[in-house]
C-alpha cells in the first residue's frame, strides 16, 4: 500500500509539472525534460589533458625498483661485484646485476626472478670520471652507451596532437568569420526595429505634459486599440497612419511610446534611416518584413522615426536615389494595403513636414497630422514638474517662474535644465536644489558656461559694463519691454563678454509695430551707450545689429509694415540649391528697384531707432555712469537690485 500511495504521489507531481510546462512531449518524457548542453572546444580542455599525459608518463611508464645512489658509492659496488653491467645513457648510469648473456639465459629459462633483478639495478648521475672505463675493464664489466631514448608520448603529442588542434582552431575561426559574413549579407533584408513587449515601454500619458491637444488626438488610437470592436460596429475606421509633426526635442517619440503604453500592444520602434542601404531593394525589404512582422503581432504599433530620411519627395532634385525611392515606393504600397480592422497602427515622427512626398500624406496613408508644438507658459510648468519628480528640491522653488524665464524652451531643453540644476547644486556641495540652482542653468543654457578665469583688458571691461548698461536702462524704460532680470559682464560661452537677460512677464504670440520697434531701441542701447561715454564705437554690437537687421527687415518684407508696401510679402522664395542665385539658397520674387528700397527702409528704420537711443541716453547718463560704476565693481547686478536702483531715480528725461 506504501509503495502505491508513493507511486501515486509521483503521478500526481508529473502531471502537475505536464500543467505547468504543457510544452513537453507526454510521450517522449525523457527526451523532453533534458536540456543537453552543446560542447564548446576551449584550449583549456587541450592544456589539461597534456598535463594528465605528461603525469601519467612521468609517475607510470618510468623503470621500476631503480635505486639512486651516489656514483662514489656506485663505483664501490662495481668493485664489489654487485654490478656486472653498465648502461651508459646522455645522463645517468645504470648497473645491472648480471650480465647480458646471464640476463638472457634466465629469460629462456622462464625465471621468475625478473623482478627480483629489477629491484637491484643502481643508477647514479653521470660523471666525467678518466678512470672510470679503466675501472670496468680491470673488473671486466660489460658496458655499452644508450642512445638518447624517444618519448612516445611527447613524440605523439608534439608531432600529431598540437598540429590537429591547431588546423581546428584555425578551421573553426575561419569557419565562424565566414558564416558571419554570409549571415551578415543573408539578413540585408530583415529589418532592424526594436520591438517593445506589450506594456514595457515605460511610458503613459502622465508622463508626458505640455502637449494637451497633440494627447487628445491620440487618445482615440489609443480606444480604438483597446476596443475595435466599438468602432467595427458602427462602421468606423481608425486612421491607418497618423503622423506627428513639430521641432525637435518636443515630445513626439515619448508621445508614440505613451500610445503603446496606454494600449498595451507590442511596439515596433524603427528610424527611417534604418530602412536604406547600399544596396539597391533592400530597404523595400525590410519595408516588407517589418509589416509582415507586424500583422503576426496585431494589434501593435509601428512607430517610424525621422520619416524624412525615406519620405523625402521624389523629383525634387536632378539626382536620384533609387534605393530611398524604391524604399518609399514600397512603404507607400504597404500602407495603401493596409486592412484597417487588423489593428496595426502606423506612427511617425518628424520635423521636416515641408519635403515629405505628397503621396505619404494624403488620406489612407497618413489620415492624420497631429503638431506637437512647443509648450506654452502652462505647459512648460506641467513639464518641468514632470521632470523635477525625482529631484530634491527646497519648498521656495517657484517652478512657474522657472516656466517663465524659459520661453521658446521644447521638453528636452526643461529636461536638460532640471538636469543642469541638480549637477549645479552637487557641484555646490548641497543636497536639495534651490531656485538659484535653475537660475544658473538656464544662464548657463541661454548665455553659455561662465569663463571667470579669462583675463580682460580693463578698458574693454568698462566697454562691455557701459554697453550693458545702455541695454539694460532703455529696457527700463520702454513701454512693453521685458523687464531685467540680470546684468553681467562675467564672459560666458564662446564670445559673449556679457549680457543683459530679460524675463517675459507673460506669454505673448502677437507683437505690434510700436513693439518690434521697441525691441530694435533695446537692441540699439548697447552701441548707442558706446557712442555717448567714449566717442567711439566697438564690435561688441555685432550681434545686436543682426538683430535688429532681421527685425527690420521681417517689418518690410513679411509683416507688411513700410509706406510703400504696406500689405504686401515681399520674402524670398525658396527653392533647391541648384536654382539658388549666387548671392544666396532663395530666389527673389521681386524686382531690383524693389530690393533696393527694402535696403533703404531697413536703414532707415535702423538709424531713426538708433538716434532715438542715443538722444534718450543723454538724459539719463548721471543715471547710467552710476550704475556702470556699480556693475564695475560687483561684476553682477540682480534684477530687484536695478528696480531698487530705478526707483530712487529722480523722473528726468521722460520714458523712450
Excluded at 264 to 282: L, N, Q, T, Y
Excluded at 287 to 306: G, H, S
Excluded at 432 to 445: G, N
Excluded at 547 to 565: L, P, V
Aim: charge should be neutral; include cysteine; glycine fraction near 8%.
Amino acid at each position: 500500500m506504501d509503495e502505491k500511495k508513493q507511486e501515486d504521489k509521483i503521478l500526481t507531481a508529473k502531471d502537475k509539472k505536464e500543467k505547468e510546462e504543457p510544452g513537453l512531449n507526454k510521450e517522449e518524457p525523457l527526451l523532453g525534460s533534458l536540456n543537453p548542453k552543446k560542447f564548446n572546444f576551449s584550449i583549456w580542455y587541450f592544456l589539461g589533458t597534456l598535463l594528465v599525459l605528461l603525469v601519467i608518463n612521468t609517475f607510470f611508464f618510468r623503470p621500476n625498483g631503480v635505486i639512486t645512489v651516489d656514483f662514489s658509492e656506485f663505483k664501490e659496488k662495481i668493485k664489489a661485484g654487485e654490478i656486472r653491467r653498465v648502461e651508459m645513457g646522455g645522463k645517468y648510469f645504470r648497473g645491472l646485476p648480471l650480465t647480458k648473456a646471464e640476463a638472457n639465459r634466465l629469460n629462456n629459462e622462464n625465471y621468475t626472478g625478473q623482478t627480483q633483478l629489477s629491484s637491484h639495478s643502481y643508477k647514479t648521475v653521470r660523471v666525467d670520471d678518466p678512470d672510470f672505463i679503466k675501472l670496468l675493464d680491470g673488473k671486466g664489466i660489460e658496458y655499452y652507451a644508450k642512445p638518447p631514448g624517444n618519448n612516445t608520448w611527447l613524440n605523439l603529442i608534439f608531432s600529431w596532437v598540437i598540429p590537429i588542434v591547431f588546423f581546428v582552431i584555425v578551421w573553426r575561426f575561419i569557419s565562424k568569420k565566414v558564416g558571419m559574413a554570409s549571415q551578415s549579407v543573408m539578413s540585408f533584408s530583415e529589418n532592424r526595429a526594436k520591438l517593445v513587449a506589450e506594456g514595457d515601454t515605460g511610458v503613459t500619458f502622465n508622463d508626458v505634459a505640455g502637449v494637451d491637444e497633440a494627447k487628445a488626438e491620440l487618445v482615440e488610437v489609443v480606444d480604438f486599440l483597446k476596443e475595435p470592436d466599438k468602432y467595427h460596429a458602427i462602421g468606423g475606421k481608425i486612421p491607418k497612419g497618423v503622423l506627428l509633426v513639430g521641432p525637435p526635442g518636443t515630445g513626439k517619440t515619448m508621445l508614440a511610446k505613451a500610445v503603446a503604453g496606454e494600449a498595451k500592444v507590442p511596439f515596433f520602434r524603427i528610424s527611417g534611416a534604418d530602412f536604406v542601404e547600399m544596396f539597391v531593394g533592400v530597404g523595400a525589404a525590410r519595408v516588407r518584413d517589418l509589416f509582415k512582422q507586424a500583422r503576426k503581432k496585431a494589434p501593435c504599433i509601428v512607430f517610424v522615426d525621422e520619416l524624412d530620411a525615406i519620405g523625402k519627395g521624389r523629383g525634387a532634385s536632378l539626382s536620384s536615389n533609387d534605393e530611398r525611392e524604391q524604399t518609399l515606393n514600397q512603404l507607400l504600397v504597404e500602407m495603401d494595403g493596409f486592412d484597417s480592422r487588423t489593428g496595426v497602427i502606423i506612427l511617425a515622427a518628424t520635423n521636416r513636414p515641408e519635403i515629405l512626398d505628397p503621396a505619404l500624406m494624403r488620406p489612407g496613408r497618413f489620415d492624420r497630422q497631429v503638431l506637437v508644438d512647443r509648450p506654452d507658459l502652462t505647459g512648460r510648468e506641467a513639464i518641468l514638474k514632470i521632470h523635477a519628480r525625482d529631484v530634491k528640491l527646497k519648498e521656495s522653488v517657484d517652478l512657474q517662474k522657472v516656466a517663465r524665464g524659459t520661453p521658446g524652451f521644447s521638453g528636452a531643453d526643461l529636461a536638460n535644465i532640471v538636469n543642469e540644476a541638480a549637477l549645479l547644486a552637487v557641484r555646490g556641495g548641497r543636497g536639495i536644489v534651490e531656485q538659484r540652482d535653475f537660475d544658473h542653468a538656464i544662464e548657463r543654457v541661454i548665455a553659455g558656461l561662465e569663463k571667470k578665469n579669462r583675463l580682460i583688458n580693463p578698458k574693454e571691461r568698462e566697454i562691455v559694463a557701459y554697453h550693458e548698461m545702455g541695454h539694460a536702462v532703455v529696457a527700463a524704460f520702454t513701454e512693453g519691454a521685458d523687464p531685467v532680470h540680470k546684468i553681467s559682464i562675467v564672459p560666458r560661452g564662446l564670445g559673449a563678454l556679457g549680457y543683459t537677460m530679460q524675463l517675459p512677464t507673460e506669454e505673448r504670440f502677437l507683437m505690434t509695430e510700436d513693439e518690434l520697434l521697441s525691441k530694435i531701441d533695446v537692441l540699439m542701447g548697447g552701441r548707442a551707450s558706446e557712442q555717448l561715454f567714449f566717442g567711439k564705437i566697438s564690435t561688441g554690437a555685432a550681434n545686436d545689429i543682426s538683430q535688429a537687421t532681421e527685425i527690420a527687415r521681417k517689418m518690410i518684407t513679411d509683416y507688411g509694415m513700410s509706406s510703400k508696401f504696406s500689405n504686401v510679402v515681399l520674402n524670398s522664395q525658396k527653392g533647391p540649391m541648384y536654382l539658388s542665385s549666387p548671392l544666396g539658397p532663395g530666389s527673389r520674387e521681386y524686382s531690383e528697384s524693389t530690393q533696393q528700397y527694402v535696403d533703404e527702409e531697413i536703414t532707415r528704420v535702423v538709424n531713426e531707432r538708433y538716434d532715438k537711443v542715443v538722444k534718450f541716453l543723454e538724459g539719463k547718463k548721471p543715471f547710467v555712469k552710476k550704475v556702470a560704476e556699480k556693475l564695475l565693481a560687483e561684476e553682477v547686478i540682480e534684477g530687484d537690485d536695478f528696480k531698487a536702483m530705478l526707483d530712487e531715480e529722480a523722473p528726468g528725461g521722460g520714458a523712450l
